[in-house]
């Protein structure tokens, strides 16, 4: 009669067992993840003259599987802990691999029981990410895993840590940062920078710290902190140094000028006194007015905040002639200024110098005689008593010559 054939056991989940009616049987269907090893099961045939049995056992192949995330994170400087973990499959034991390049200072070591590690120290300079494929392989097949593992670095302040700026002058300093992971860096700073200077992020790892102060010269120490976006942060103290302007010195010869002075007559006595102005200095910054010239000082000011330098000046005595007096300065940009305007002096008792330069080109030579004398000032004009040395000798040589002349021929006529 006809056989029918079945099993006894259990059989591995999505395994099925199936008597085909002719003598034949089938184990069908799909073993599911997990399910790798081997089953004991009993096989029974049967027919109208009684049964027989067999032993049987079914092995299911299974490749491992690597359970664990497929990215991590560590951080450059820190201790590194990542675990790489596995199911088993069948047969035999897991071996954990990795392929790629992994971070400097970082190592990854198999643990031999399925599971396995990365660990050390990333070094400096190792930020960044780093695309791994993990391998798990047993006796019967291998598995791979996509993993990403993300090295995070603070940045670094690339800039000098101190700076110095002048008061009343336009100052600019760049804060720099790079480097780290990831890479946007947001700078900001802590602590009171001098009134008028101003702290600007660019977000793109520069800020800028500028303006215009004239605040106390002093040293303004103040904290700028670069920070990424995985909230790591470095710090520099910035000691922002301001420095009082230095007085400008007056050139040896008079400067062309960038503007004319306020209170400059276009004439003025010797002894008045002017009260004179200039526009367009630093703020707070010392400007000093002299006479051209050979430059003599006569005042040295301090501008106010809007840049305007005022001053009582006298024409010193013993001046005639055409005259500069000028102002020099520092502008709010650092460069030098020198605001100038002329003024004919007239000579000591009345009237211009017949020897002056009015309207001419300005400064001149200090004259000799009773005028310089105690002043130690220059004077513009004409040097008359250097002449009138000079045509008096002229006209004692002329009048030896007639007399030797004279007496030649008296001699003459006695001897005829």
């Known amino acids: ?61 299974e490749a491992p599987a690597i359970t664990s995330l497929n990215a991590a994170t560590i951080t450059v400087g820190d201790t590194a802990a990542v675990t790489v973990t596995s199911s088993p499959g069948y047969s035999g034991a897991v071996e954990l691999s990795v392929a790629g390049t992994l971070p400097t200072g970082v190592s990854f070591t198999d643990n031999g029981d399925g599971t396995a590690v990365f660990d050390g120290t990333p070094t400096a300079g190792s930020g960044g990410e780093y695309a791994l494929t993990l391998k798990a392989k047993n006796t019967t097949s291998a598995a791979t895993q ?54 600007s992020d660019a977000g793109d790892g520069t800020a800028t710290i500028d303006g215009t102060t004239t605040a106390p010269a002093g040293d303004y120490p103040v904290t700028l902190t670069a920070t990424n976006a995985a909230g790591l942060t470095a710090t520099q103290t910035l000691t922002v140094t301001l420095e009082a302007l230095p007085a400008v010195a007056p050139p040896a010869t008079v400067p062309q000028g960038s503007g004319a002075l306020e209170g400059v007559p276009a004439d003025a006595a010797p002894g008045s006194t002017l009260d004179v102005s200039a526009s ?43 005259h500069s007096i000028v102002a020099s300065g520092t502008s709010p940009t650092g460069s030098v200024l020198f605001k100038r305007s ?13 020897g002056g330069n009015p309207g ?51 001699r003459t006529r006695n001897v005829d």
């Open 1 to 61: 009669g006809a056989v029918a054939l079945t099993q006894s056991g259990t059989l591995p989940t999505g395994v099925t067992f199936t008597d085909n009616g002719d003598g034949t049987a089938t184990f069908g269907g799909s073993a599911e993840a997990g399910s790798g090893g081997t089953y004991p099961l009993t096989l029974t045939a049967t027919n109208g003259a009684g049964s027989s049995t067999q032993s049987f056992t079914l092995t299911v192949t």
């Open 342 to 354: 002329d003024v004919t002096v007239t000579a000591d008792g009345g009237g211009t110098d017949p």
């Open 280 to 322: 367009g200095f630093a703020a707070d910054s010392p400007v000093v007015f002299s006479i051209y010239s050979t430059p003599t000082t006569l005042a040295t000011v301090t501008a106010d905040a809007a840049g305007v330098a005022r001053a009582t000046i006298t024409i010193p005595a013993g001046f005639s002639g055409t």
């Open 146 to 199: 996509a993993f990403t593992l993300t090295v995070t670095e603070k940045p670094a302040i690339r800039s000098a840590a101190s700076t110095t700026v002048k008061r009343g002058v336009v100052s600019s300093f760049t804060v720099t940062a790079d480097g780290g992971f990831p890479h946007g860096i947001a700078l900001s700073i802590t602590g009171a920078l001098p009134d008028g200077l101003g702290f």
């Open 360 to 410: 001419g080109t300005p400064g001149g030579e200090e004259p000799a005689g009773p005028a310089a004398t105690g002043t130690g000032l220059s004077v513009s004009g004409f040097d008359g008593g250097a002449l009138l040395i000079g045509a008096l000798a002229l006209l004692l040589i002329g009048a030896t010559v007639l007399v030797t002349a004279v007496l030649r021929r008296r």
